[in-house]
């Protein structure tokens, strides 16, 4: 089954209403879309969380793939990206996820090829019912929604969403200016929803050492499950410890630095941050064989939210619920819609390949927000237009 093309299309994938974090105001993502279609008309769909991707699938990587066997996913990756630890040491990121979201496309195309979800070809699942856990933060207003913008506010929210969807995992972003404001709502959620809910939370790496080291243990009374990210380095993460019996993720894919530092305890990752869907199966094996949790983050489209509700159907190493922003998504360009956790988990989709359909109407509608306003700017500080933040916050 040969390649005959591969188009990459960026879109803006707004928030219903934009959520305050680190840097700002956050009201959407702007990620690439991917098809690669083969000669016989079969098109599998990839994701890539960075528009930059656009442009290295486009102009790049779609010349060097066209033509080839869609099932030789390592030769892909032996034409379109060099040795591993070559393209690592430039820090040449967005090659990697490019690369990824074609790589996740061809998956997808053997699922579609065989009449086999993804799951399947992984190995089967171990379970059907992917956990997932439901955000919050102090939100703006968005159109027709009116944010939270006091502690109150934010555990009123998650109330609702344990009252109406059966939500008793929560993350959620605790980076504000002031800490004791980002403490107040955990401590109101907390109170309001008693000891069954499961509270993350994710600084963002806003705080310094010592302020993170104050509020250790206001957060482990409580009983906070997971820290993301509470100081802006890995060694000053490794200092927390001695202070902060909480355990600590991190976005830092590194897994030899973890094992040496003995932090953090928990990756947080994306199958294109990886360099693809294989990848990403070797990379959770090492987090096994090391004692070290892995789930996967959000902001992603149907597809890429898909690949994710795949890899955690195959991989039972993947035991705590992943981070979901879909309650927040207003739309999305895969016709299922946006995923819709029910007691705290999404059904992993039984379609051959990912399980979803690309709305062209909908693509198109993000396609053209993203050409008419550019990407998202997740810097969008609303106190200080055109500046950008400095960390520590506090």
């Known amino acids: 089954m040969k390649i005959r093309g591969i188009k990459a299309t960026p879109i803006n994938l707004r928030l219903e209403a934009p959520y305050a974090w680190v840097f700002g105001e956050l009201d959407g993502f702007s990620p690439v879309i991917v098809e690669v279609e083969t000669e016989e008309g079969l098109v599998g769909l990839g994701e890539a969380p960075t ?176 820290w993301e990210d509470p100081v802006a380095t890995i060694e000053e993460m490794r200092q927390l410890r001695k202070h902060c019996s909480i355990p600590f993720s991190t976005h830092n894919i590194d897994i030899a630095r973890a094992m040496d530092l003995k932090v953090p305890d928990a990756f947080v990752g994306n199958p294109t941050a990886h360099g693809g869907i294989g990848r990403m199966l070797r990379f959770v094996g090492a987090c096994e064989h090391a004692g070290i949790d892995f789930w996967c983050y959000s902001g992603d489209s149907g597809i890429g939210s898909a690949a994710y509700l795949h890899l955690c159907a195959a991989l039972g190493w993947i035991r705590e619920p992943n981070q979901s922003l879909f309650r927040m998504q207003p739309m999305d360009i895969t016709e299922e819609g946006p995923f819709c956790p029910r007691n705290n988990t999404v059904r992993v989709p039984e379609g051959p390949g990912l399980g979803v359909t690309l709305s062209r109407k909908n693509l198109a509608a993000c396609h053209r927000d993203f050409a008419e306003n550019g990407p998202c700017n997740k810097y969008h500080d609303p106190a200080k237009p055109g500046t950008y933040r400095r960390l520590p916050l506090n």
């Open 51 to 226: 528009p930059a991707a656009a442009a290295i699938i486009n102009d790049v990587l779609a010349q060097r793939l066209v033509g080839r066997d869609a099932f030789d996913i390592a030769g892909a990756e032996h034409v379109c990206l060099p040795f591993w630890t070559g393209v690592q040491s430039i820090n040449d990121r967005t090659r990697i996820m490019a690369f990824g979201a074609i790589e996740m496309a061809l998956w997808d195309l053997r699922g579609k090829a065989w009449n086999q979800p993804l799951y399947q070809l992984l190995g089967g699942a171990v379970r059907k019912d992917i956990p997932f856990t439901d955000y919050f933060s102090l939100r703006g207003d968005g159109d027709g929604v009116k944010g939270e913008t006091t502690p109150e506010e934010v555990a009123d929210y998650c109330v609702e969403l344990h009252e109406t969807h059966g939500t008793t995992f929560f993350e959620g972003k605790f980076s504000t200016d002031d800490p004791k404001i980002s403490l107040r709502m955990v401590e109101l959620i907390r109170e309001q929803l008693g000891d069954d809910a499961m509270i993350r939370i994710d600084s963002n790496q806003a705080y310094s050492l010592s302020t993170a080291r104050r509020l250790a243990r206001p957060l482990e009374e409580l009983r906070v499950r997971n």
